[in-house]
């Protein structure tokens, strides 16, 4: 007869409890105040712990790595200096509602609240960033409470969940836990899909909103039945093929007028899987308020926030796809009129004009993204840092296939490079390219390290233009003098090298398709830096027509 233990160290409890949940891999800068959880991590077979060189390239890495799985990732820090420095990771993750599980060690239960060493109320201070914050005082609720944050993190609107571990609970034994509470995404009522259908098949010019949630098949087919043109939320264009007849564009920074045109047409709009946030609404003036809007969300605390709709549902948002085609069986009357096509014609006249050359004969950014485009897989992994430049990579690169994309809503700097190391680690087999501006590449680079030592695949493309653009374009624009936006001349390949990856330099067009494919095909991490037009702020927009600043 079997005999099962009765008592394991509370570390190999934790350990199964996330493996049970999905958890594969743990992000950390080790501390010795969770020792027991780097032993326990490192000697189970089915998780890998990786260390990183500082605690916001760990939660970036574990945000982008749980953006594109779906599963939660977890990182770990140390007291007050980790969680400072994680924090803007877990602010990422808050605001692109992406699972994460950050483990906090903390001082021993008997120094807490006497400002010991390095202490900090981490419970508080995560919190404004969490889902969910508490702290454990005692070991027999260690694996339970990491449970709870497990569901809190994965359930309704998902987002960072932390959990405080003072030193001295992680010492010692407890009993395994039961099996995880598995939560069931809300359906919407046939009543309510019967609704929503009648809606749509009335609308004259139909618009869908896809966010978080949504499945290419079951949208596509949504658009046809429905006759509706679709729009991706704010760095969320992964979520409907972009060379579909049916796509509209992106809602992103800067959205052109003949991008919006459709928008603000639209008689219906069905917005599904996203909150509505102030990239995507345009500084919330859109759905205008002439628009019926029916808002779909897995939790009711989004809707409301800026802007009442017609109808709210809490549901999942791609099961809710599956309902209105199962209720609109053969009502497609709309399907023939393709109303739609001169919208996706503006996106891909946009797309291209963004790639044009440089009146001034110099690198243009917009080039530099055509030529990696043009040699990397459609299937290709893209992460993108902040800054002008992205504007660039989310005009030109068409997504055409899920998970694809990890972008920060949070516009948070510094993400690409951990970022995709992070989705590199989580598929293995996939291309992943990062995207940075110099200034971001260099609050991250360091990470090239974790990278190379992880084996991994991952391709940086650095547009290098000396300067912090999008700052110094909203200096010039209202009049003001550039200030604190230089950055030096540095030779970003030669750092690239040093921490053990392949870096090429290029500074004209002539040799961009031989150096792209010198980046996409190497064997191992590598660093292309393309020295761009520092005048080519973003597309359409040069410093030297926006008029002198002082």
Request: with cysteine.
């Amino acid at each position: 007869m079997m005999t099962f233990p009765t008592s394991l160290p509370i570390a190999e409890v934790v350990a199964d409890l996330l493996v049970e949940a999905g958890v594969r891999r743990i992000y950390t800068v080790p501390g010795e105040s969770f020792l027991p959880l780097l032993e326990a991590f490192e000697s189970h077979k089915d998780l890998r712990l990786i260390s990183t060189r500082h605690e916001g390239g760990a939660a970036f890495m574990a945000e982008a790595d749980a953006k594109l799985t779906g599963k939660p990732a977890v990182v770990m820090a140390t007291r007050g200096v980790g969680a400072a420095n994680l924090s803007i990771g877990m602010h990422t993750a808050h605001q692109d509602s992406t699972p994460m599980l950050a483990l906090i060690g903390h001082v021993e239960t008997a120094h807490l609240g006497n400002e010991g060493f390095q202490e900090l109320d981490l419970e508080h201070f995560l919190g404004h960033v969490s889902t969910w914050s508490t702290t454990v005082h005692r070991s027999d609720r260690v694996a339970d409470t990491v449970a709870r944050a497990l569901v809190r993190a994965t359930t309704g609107r998902p987002g960072p969940a932390t959990v405080a571990l003072p030193s001295d609970v992680l010492e010692g034994m407890t009993s395994p836990v039961g099996p995880m509470v598995r939560v069931r995404p809300s359906i919407a009522s046939p009543a309510d899909a019967e609704r929503v259908t009648r809606l749509l098949a009335e609308a004259r010019r139909p618009v869908i909103i896809a966010g978080q949630g949504t499945r290419h098949r079951s949208l596509v087919a949504v658009a046809q039945t429905f006759g509706a043109g679709v729009y991706t939320a704010f760095r969320r264009q992964d979520y409907f093929p972009n060379d579909d007849g049916h796509y509209l564009g992106h809602l992103t920074l800067g959205t052109p007028p003949q991008i919006l045109a459709a928008l603000d047409d639209a008689d219906v709009v069905l917005v599904l899987g996203e909150r509505l946030d102030e990239v995507t609404t345009q500084t919330y003036t859109r759905p205008t308020l002439s628009t019926q809007v029916v808002h779909i969300h897995p939790d009711p605390a989004v809707f409301g926030v800026h802007q009442q709709a017609e109808i709210a549902i809490a549901a999942d948002p791609a099961e809710f796809c599956e309902q209105l085609l199962t209720s609109a069986r053969n009502e497609d009357q709309n399907a023939q009129d393709d109303w739609w096509r001169d919208g996706h014609t503006a996106y891909l006249e946009i797309a291209e004009a963004s790639a044009a050359p440089a009146p001034s004969g110099a690198l243009h950014p917009g080039r530099a993204i055509a030529a990696v485009q043009s040699v990397a897989s459609p299937d290709t992994i893209v992460t993108n840092d902040a800054g002008n430049f992205s504007i660039y990579l989310h005009r030109q690169w068409k997504f055409q296939h899920e998970r694809t994309q990890a972008a920060p809503i949070s516009g948070a700097m510094g993400y690409a490079v951990p970022a995709a190391i992070g989705a590199s680690l989580a598929f293995p087999d996939r291309s992943v390219l990062g995207v940075a501006g110099d200034g971001g590449f260099l609050m991250t680079a360091m990470e090239l390290e974790t990278a190379v030592r992880e084996g991994t695949q991952v391709k940086i493309l650095v547009l290098q233009n000396g300067l912090y653009g999008t700052i110094a374009m909203h200096q010039r624009a209202t009049g003001r003098r550039i200030s604190a936006c230089d950055i030096a001349d540095v030779d970003l390949a030669g750092l690239a090298r040093s921490l053990g990856a392949h870096a090429i330099t290029c500074a004209d067009e002539e040799s961009l398709p031989t150096a792209a494919q010198d980046l996409m095909f190497h064997d191992g991490p590598a660093v292309l830096v393309v020295k761009t037009d520092p005048d080519a702020i973003a597309p359409g927009r040069s410093f030297s027509t926006m008029g002198d600043g002082q």
